[in-house]
């Protein structure tokens, strides 16, 4: 694509007045895959507001990499999230968000974050010896039991229950994120309606709950092997900062709901796609059994376990957690040859660019061996943009990338999951992309039972 020519988006067609917001907002995903028709950048309107949807590999990397300075997160992100993460690293512009990004970075590096590795094997484990043979099981809800706990464990060493006032206060605030992004007008947060006032209650306890964190962290001053820890302790040599109280009880929200919900969703996924798929849990299974026979997995196994690791960018391929993210023009810019002007709102269609038959024959067959290591090299690295791209790439992805693993194989090395003969599945978009009437399956025992695994 030449990017000096000058091309012109294609208008989606739309209603007077309302635009195509009725469509978008009655199934969100079709829309976006039905956006590529209209071609490389498409725009369409959400009532009267112009919104560009960017559906090619191309123009999505103009935007993420190589004019990445050219834009900001959206307005409209920043009016659904600042209320509940401030100013953290998803939220965060310019300079101070370079910075944050600075200070945060050396707390995900690999030889920090493989520490939790263990972590991570033991939650799930408890959950293998939890589960009963032949038993329903909600996965989803499972999933997302299994991630908050880990988070909490190595964002502040807490060890708190799945069930305690901690993650029930995330779980409210969460929730709110979805009403805000399902929602353009929103009703005013100082409204004393009960979703309000229970908003504000988790909220206050979400900030007493890392103001004390940080209080112990700071009295202490000891390095408790926790993200928190390690975000206290960081300096910016470049301009001998570190972060003050506020900053880091942002980054600890953002990461908390960062970190939890897009790996259970990305899990949740993938016990569905096993489950469609028996010659996948087959594979997989014989991949487990071979390398960890009757143990736990470590971090050190995770080479050896290729396949596992084929089947999770598979998943993500089909269901991405993220699928989509936007971004708004600060300057007159031109990206794949089209030009926007200053404050244009950009959808990056990361679900249409990885169901695209240009890009991935037979986009919508669940197929691990387009990762392997022979397949993947040829993958177009532009249109698999699971964790994003460019300056603004997930900072936890190594960390969910090991999470995912170690998950998988910890639990289907014990159990594999039938979905539940009533369960209807369809994917919907929320904050992140989720099974619309949730993840119902029964638990089967694999080789041995729980208890002598
Ligand atoms: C499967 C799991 C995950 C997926 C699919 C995912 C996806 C993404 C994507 C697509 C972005 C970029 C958004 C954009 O460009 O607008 C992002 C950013 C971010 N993610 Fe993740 N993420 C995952 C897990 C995590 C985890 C485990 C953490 C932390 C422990 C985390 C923390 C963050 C943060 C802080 C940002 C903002 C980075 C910045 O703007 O500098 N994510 N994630």
């Not at 910075?99 to 707390?107: E, K, N, T, V």
């Not at 709950?209 to 390690?230: A, P, V």
């Not at 209807?424 to 039972?449: E, I, K």
């Amino acid at each position: 694509m030449a990017a000096n020519t000058k091309r012109q988006p294609v208008r989606i067609p739309g209603r007077l007045i309302v635009g195509s917001a009725p469509e978008f907002n009655h199934d969100t995903l079709a829309f976006m895959l039905n956006a590529r028709q209209w071609g490389d950048m498409a725009v369409m309107y959400y009532s009267v507001f112009p919104l560009y949807i960017a559906n090619h590999p191309d123009v999505v990397h103009d935007i993420l990499v190589t004019h990445n300075s050219a834009f900001y997160k959206s307005t409209q992100t920043k009016i659904a999230l600042k209320p509940i993460v401030g100013n953290g690293l998803f939220t965060n512009d310019g300079d101070d968000w370079r910075q944050q990004r600075r200070l945060a970075q050396p707390s995900f590096h690999t030889k920090r974050i493989s520490a939790y590795a263990d972590t991570m094997v033991r939650y799930a484990d408890e959950l293998c010896r939890r589960l009963t043979p032949d038993q329903p099981v909600d996965i989803e809800r499972e999933m997302a039991h299994l991630t908050m706990q880990i988070v909490a464990k190595t964002l502040f060493n807490y060890d708190g229950g799945a069930n305690d006032q901690l993650s029930e206060a995330v779980r409210t605030v969460l929730r709110n994120v979805d009403i805000r992004f399902a929602r353009l007008a929103q009703l005013p947060q100082w409204l004393p309606t009960p979703k309000n006032r229970e908003f504000r209650q988790a909220i206050a306890y979400l900030d007493q709950f890392i103001q004390q964190m940080i209080e112990e962290r700071r009295r202490s001053q000891e390095d408790n092997g926790d993200l928190l820890s390690m975000l206290i302790m960081a300096h910016d040599d470049e301009t001998n900062m570190r972060m003050s109280d506020q900053q880091l009880r942002d980054e600890a929200i953002t990461i908390y709901g960062a970190g939890h919900e897009t790996t259970s969703g990305a899990l949740t996924w993938a016990w569905y796609l096993l489950s469609q798929h028996p010659h996948v849990a087959a594979k997989l299974h014989e991949e487990l059994d071979r390398v960890l026979g009757d143990r736990l997995p470590t971090y050190a196994d995770l080479p050896n376990l290729p396949y596992t690791e084929m089947v999770i960018k598979e998943t993500m391929r089909i269901y991405p957690p993220a699928w989509a993210t936007s971004r708004q023009t600060i300057e007159d810019v031109t990206v794949g040859g089209y030009a926007l002007k200053k404050n244009s709102v950009v959808m990056l269609n990361i679900y249409g660019m990885h169901r695209d038959a240009r890009w991935f024959p037979n986009p919508d067959v669940f197929d691990p061996e387009r990762f392997s290591p022979e397949n993947e090299p040829h993958i177009n690295k532009r249109a698999y943009i699971p964790f994003g791209a460019g300056p603004r790439i997930c900072i936890g992805n190594s960390f969910a990338m090991m999470e995912a693993r170690l998950l998988l194989a910890t639990l289907a090395r014990a159990w594999h999951f039938e979905l539940a003969p009533d369960q209807v599945v369809a994917p919907v978009r929320q904050f992140t992309l989720r099974p619309r009437y949730g993840m119902r399956m029964v638990a089967r025992a694999r080789v041995r039972t729980p208890e002598t695994v």
